[in-house]
């Protein structure tokens, strides 16, 4: 059914109650209602939640970024704890809307993604980044020493498939900030790339391996720590940005995404020297 362009709230009595959806990247997907029982619509069943009303909703009619609260979608008993803290939901998308409880007429009133997930006192909070953010997107780059092309990502034209690799956990430090692999490339070569658990209480997330300390590597978030030695993990290899390593590593300088031998601001600021 196609969104309704009715004009809600026109009439002194309307069955109308509020619908939530949010999907995290990893494809699962909560929705729920603040009316009294279950609505399903859009392929999904709406769990009822009567006491997640939204605070505020702002639209602008101008590409001024729309805002919404979100701490209430967040409370839900289905969305756990472990989820949040985890960073499940981080990048995820959210919606927002009006449904007609007995028709299922409906309209969405906000969309965004969701921002990192952060504690709040006893509870969660979340930064909502709205659609309309995207126009804010500088159209023309700006200039840089390093590349601003993602790895094997729009520009780059490297194949992720060529630099991602199987392995499993052999080891994991005290505070869970660090792991050892078995299988896939050296290790300075997974550098500022990702891994990604398969099995394991931690299976789909996402880690960016921030630092290699000789074969250790130090990743931005600590792993869960029960995660048993043997789990299988899915590696990409990184790469630092710059040239050289484009050119030599790679061999890809052509596509490279910076401008490495543009002044930068220090020749703006040299005085001349007086000759003696």
Excluded at 86 to 107: K, N
Excluded at 143 to 157: I, K, Q, S
Excluded at 219 to 240: S, V
Aim: proline share 4%; charged share 20%.
């Amino acid at each position: 059914m196609p969104e309704s362009t009715r004009v809600w709230f026109s009439q002194p009595l309307e069955t109308v109650a509020i619908w939530w959806r949010l999907e995290r990247r990893d494809g699962v997907t909560f929705g729920f209602t603040s009316h009294d029982r279950d609505l399903a619509f859009d392929g999904l069943v709406h769990r009822t939640a009567p006491g997640m009303v939204p605070s505020a909703i702002h639209r602008t009619a101008d590409f001024e970024a729309d805002s919404a609260e979100v701490a209430g979608a967040l409370s839900h008993d289905s969305i756990r704890e472990m989820d949040l803290a985890a960073g499940r939901f981080d990048g995820g998308s959210i919606a927002m809307g009006l449904v007609d409880w007995e028709t299922l007429e409906r309209m969405t009133l906000y969309a965004g993604t969701i921002g990192t997930v952060g504690h709040e006192g006893a509870g969660f909070s979340a930064e909502l980044r709205s659609v309309k953010d995207l126009l804010a997107r500088q159209i023309v780059p700006r200039t840089a020493p390093t590349c601003r092309a993602e790895f094997c990502g729009e520009g780059c034209t490297l194949s992720a498939n060529v630099f991602t690799h199987q392995a499993v956990l052999a080891a994991i430090s005290a505070d869970g900030g660090a792991v050892r692999v078995s299988g896939g490339p050296a290790a300075e070569s997974l550098a500022f790339g990702t891994l990604r658990w398969i099995d394991g209480p931690e299976a789909g997330l996402i880690r960016r391996i921030e630092a290699v300390d000789g074969t250790w590597l130090v990743l931005d978030r600590a792993a869960a720590a029960n995660a048993a030695i043997g789990t299988r993990i899915e590696l990409r290899e990184g790469c630092d940005h710059t040239l050289g390593t484009c050119a030599t590593r790679f061999g890809n300088a052509i596509n490279f995404q910076g401008e490495p031998f543009l002044p930068g601001n220090d020749l703006l600021t040299r005085y001349p020297a007086a000759q003696r």
